[in-house]
């Protein structure tokens, strides 16, 4: 089959049925949209009057599937048996509709700005073979233009520099493409679906013959018959959306070729009979199961939702061939449950696994400042719900949606982020999390510019406590990073934690500002590891300015663990206060560090951009008068005094004119830091304190206790190379001439 992707074509829903033939068969199904009259039977609590069953509306909820023989170009197929198959339901049959979908030409600048279905590709080949759901993505990897394509979803590239023939080029699984003559630059990617799902309605059964709506075009012995229950559920959504009902659905398997769509709801109750036995299956389609779509006053309860892709089937990430990020699970991608412009938001006891992209996400328009959106999503709970073996977020935020509270979930098992959000107001409070990347306070979306109305009204405000997160495989943690401000970490028990436990970190890319006014307390962080494969772990690590770190406890069980670092602090850091931690066995116990940067572009002897140092807000120092150390070879080489930062043109500016090229590398350090350090507890480390950064005259080391506990290789208590006043510590068992003494290590 040779297939001519069109300059332009009609939105798809999930497996590639277009919107237009999707309500085509709505239409001429023998299901009608306006469902019949609910009668419950047994199974409904509710009055019938407030609340639709999706079983009148068609829907089967039945896990049935045989095999059938079709023929290309009849609408007829024999199932080996009918089973539980009615006329007027939706099926999906496999092996027996060749057809390309979601052809989608990126790049090559930003991918996700500017996509566009004019691929200008020809396709030929496919015929269900290799795969009955195979998603090729060709990227031009050179100005050739050449190019290199994966037919696993990044996972592997089959070949690389490839020169575009504009003929024929063979790719797997007998596909051949053919690409138009146009302007092709690094970095722009083609990508579609080679699929051979039928989607259709049944029209009649008779013996074991069924006749569908639409005809397949292969010939197959071997395909599959599913129910598909896409249309009818839709259906009782949007019936119950007109008519202000809830909707109920009973125990069953509700497969999906496509996501649900829940749209300008008002006051809405979605709700199964069984978390445990009413599923929403999207295993053969794309897109959220339940999509909320603006709307006020949504709740979700009682669902098991199951997707496609778990963790050991992850799709790659990689950087395109002009710079610039790509996730490919956008190709074939499949969520619980997405939320945009939706207020008032509740998923209570609902339990997602196997997603290929955020499992629950939200995004949507947000305010700036003062200025305020007629809709927004306001207040979004998921309230005992979990998030099971899926491939990349487990929550996420990707706009700045309001007060997201995930309270009472298990995570066990995410990709990328147990949750991660520019959004504001949140509270991550009492889950349990393991095998998961880090809980992300921040993360900006990379494709915003610099917006100014972060200065107006902040984002990230977050409280992270109660939660215990244990070291069974993925160990992230949790992460404050990109912008957020006035965030709790507190009360979090870490267990046999296998990586970094605590990160407030002030590291910024080119969109936004560093993170700070940040309290870590009152967390116990067990670091000890037992297994294969130990990590080189820290406590709490602390870049960010204006943070208090008090009332910790950081440790390893039996024996000093020198990959462990309890607490360790950074240069650029202001106003920083550090006390009443309890440090035990770590290899080291507090350690500061440098900070370090390197030109990227000068524009002048004076004027440089750099890449390591944070962009700073405009409302800050601006890097006045901070001091600049110039490296050659990694020591000292020169230095320099900064005149000041321009937080629009992204500039550093010296005081005086210096020879400078892009890549040189320096470290800075502030006139005054700001730091206190005082009473902490020290004790059983290898190295206990290493105050190796530059510090400052007004950085304070006092009244901390340094034991030696049970280890025999501390020879040195307080090593300091930096400038840190020390007054009234207590060191014990270091019987060294040079224990109480500071020393360069």
Not at 436 to 465: C, E, F, K, M, S
């Amino acid at each position: 089959m040779i297939n001519r992707l069109p300059l332009t074509c009609a939105q798809t829903i999930g497996t590639g049925v277009s919107l237009l033939a999707m309500s085509r068969l709505l239409k001429l199904a023998a299901v009608p949209l306006v469902c019949a009259a609910a009668s419950w039977g047994g199974a409904a609590p509710d009055d019938a009057n407030t609340r639709l069953n999706v079983r009148d509306c068609g829907a089967s909820g039945s896990a049935f599937e045989t095999t059938a023989a079709t023929t290309a170009g009849s609408n007829q197929i024999t199932v080996k048996d009918v089973g539980d198959f009615k006329a007027g339901q939706g099926v999906m049959v496999s092996r027996c509709n060749i057809r390309y979908v979601n052809p989608t030409l990126w790049g090559p600048g930003e991918p996700y700005i500017g996509a566009s279905k004019d691929t200008g590709l020809e396709i030929r080949g496919y015929d269900g073979g290799a795969g009955s759901w195979i998603v090729f993505l060709l990227e031009i990897d050179s100005a050739g233009p050449t190019f290199r394509w994966s037919d696993d979803l990044a996972r592997s590239w089959k070949a690389t520099k490839t020169p575009v023939s504009n003929d024929w080029q063979p790719l797997g699984g007998g596909v051949e493409v053919r690409f138009s003559r146009r302007d092709w630059k690094p970095g722009h990617m083609i990508s579609f679906s080679a699929r051979d799902q039928l989607v259709s309605v049944i029209e009649k059964i008779e013996g074991n013959v069924l006749t569908l709506r639409a005809a397949a075009n292969r010939t197959a012995n071997d395909a599959v018959v599913k129910h598909c229950d896409s249309m009818a559920l839709q259906a009782a959504i949007d019936r119950a959306v007109r008519e202000k009902k809830n909707v109920f659905i009973p125990v069953g398997r509700y497969r999906l070729a496509s996501g649900l769509f829940v749209r300008n709801a008002g006051a809405i109750v979605i709700e199964g009979q069984s978390s445990v036995d009413t599923i929403l299956d999207i295993t053969d389609g794309q897109g959220a199961c339940l999509a909320l779509d603006h709307g006020t006053e949504v709740t979700v309860r009682n669902l098991q939702l199951v997707g496609h892709t778990g963790l050991a089937e992850q799709p790659g990430a990689f950087k395109t061939s002009s710079g610039f990020s790509f996730w490919a699970c956008t190709l074939k991608s499949c969520s619980g449950a997405s939320i945009n412009a939706t207020e008032r938001v509740l998923f209570e006891n609902v339990h997602a696994r196997r997603m290929a992209s955020e499992c629950f996400i939200s995004y949507g328009p947000y305010r700036r400042g003062a200025e305020e959106p007629k809709h927004y999503t306001k207040s979004a709970t998921f309230l005992r719900c979990s998030v099971t073996d899926c491939a990349a977020n487990a929550f996420n935020n990707c706009d700045f949606a309001e007060n997201t509270s995930v309270l009472h979930c298990r995570i066990d098992g995410a990709g990328w982020h147990a949750y991660e959000g520019s959004g504001r107001f949140i509270r991550f409070i009492g889950n349990y999390v393991r095998n998961a990347g880090p809980v992300t306070i921040g993360d900006i979306p990379h494709t915003l510019p610099r917006l100014d109305h972060y200065h107006d009204l902040g984002i990230g405000q977050a409280i992270v406590r109660d939660n215990v997160f244990e070291g069974i495989g993925r160990c992230g943690g949790v992460t404050v990073i990109y912008g957020t401000a006035q965030v709790v970490v507190a009360n979090n028990l870490f267990i046999n934690y296998n990586g970094n436990a605590i990160h407030a970190s002030s590291a910024t890319v080119h969109n936004n500002y560093p993170s700070g006014h940040i309290t870590l307390s009152g967390n116990i962080i067990d670091l000890t590891h037992s297994g294969e494969k130990p990590a080189s772990r820290i406590g709490i690590n602390v870049s960010a300015s204006d943070t208090l770190v008090h009332d910790n406890q950081i440790y390893v069980r039996g024996a000093c663990d020198p990959k462990v670092t309890g607490l360790q602090l950074r240069d650029g850091a202001l106003n920083l206060n550090v006390h009443d931690n309890l440090i035990r066995n770590c290899g080291r116990g507090i350690a500061t560090q440098r900070l370090f940067g390197t030109i990227t572009e000068t524009a002048d002897s004076r004027t440089f951009r750099q890449t390591g140092l944070p962009l700073e807000w405009r409302t800050s120092h601006l890097y006045r008068n901070w001091n600049v150390v110039w490296l050659k070879a990694n020591k000292p080489a020169g230095q320099s005094e900064m005149d000041g930062y321009d937080a629009t043109a992204l500039q550093f500016k010296l005081k005086e004119p210096r020879d400078m090229k892009v890549g040189d590398r320096f470290e800075v350090f502030p006139p005054s830091a700001n730091w206190n350090i005082h009473d902490n507890t020290i004790t059983g480390c290898s190295q206990p304190v290493a105050l190796t950064s530059y510090g400052s005259d007004t950085s304070f080391f006092r009244d901390n206790l340094i034991e030696r506990g049970g280890v025999t290789n501390a020879a040195q208590a307080i090593i300091v190379t930096g400038r840190f006043k020390l007054t009234g510590n207590h060191i014990a068992g270091f019987d060294e001439k040079s224990a109480h003494a500071p020393r360069s290590p």
